[in-house]
């Protein structure tokens, strides 16, 4: 994510499954300010990027786990980061920021 935020590119898509990466993108980037946060909104900042699908880890083996990482979701930092993303053409981010922003 690092360097598709920080290296010029021509990437209009991210897509990440548990198939190439076992755990997912930790929901804590969406906890508190941190580097992996900037990096995740700024690819999604970026001109012409258009698709995003990842898989996400939320949890743990402990309920408490699950707990913490639902209020990861319920901060509002994954709807601002999807608000931004302005090129998507089939307009998935706009929905999902909209539904965010009425839950919060």
């Known amino acids: ?13 991210l ?3 548990s198939t190439h990466l076992p755990t997912g993108i930790n929901c804590t980037i969406f906890d508190e300010p941190c580097e992996e946060y900037d990096d995740f909104a700024a690819v999604l900042k970026t001109p012409g ?3 995003l699908d990842i898989a996400m ?3 743990g083996q402990v309920d408490s786990e699950i707990g913490r990482c639902r209020q990861s979701f319920l901060n ?9 993303a302005k090129d998507n053409h089939r307009d ?3 929905q999902l920021s909209s539904a965010c922003s009425s839950s919060l």
Not at 76 to 84: K, V
């Open 57 to 59: 880890l939320i949890g």
């Open 15 to 17: 897509v990440m499954n």
């Open 92 to 94: 998935p981010f706009a």
């Open 49 to 51: 990027f258009r698709r």
């Open 1 to 13: 994510m690092r360097v598709l935020a920080n290296e010029p590119n021509s990437v209009t898509e």
């Open 76 to 84: 509002g930092r994954l709807c601002r980061a999807l608000g931004e």
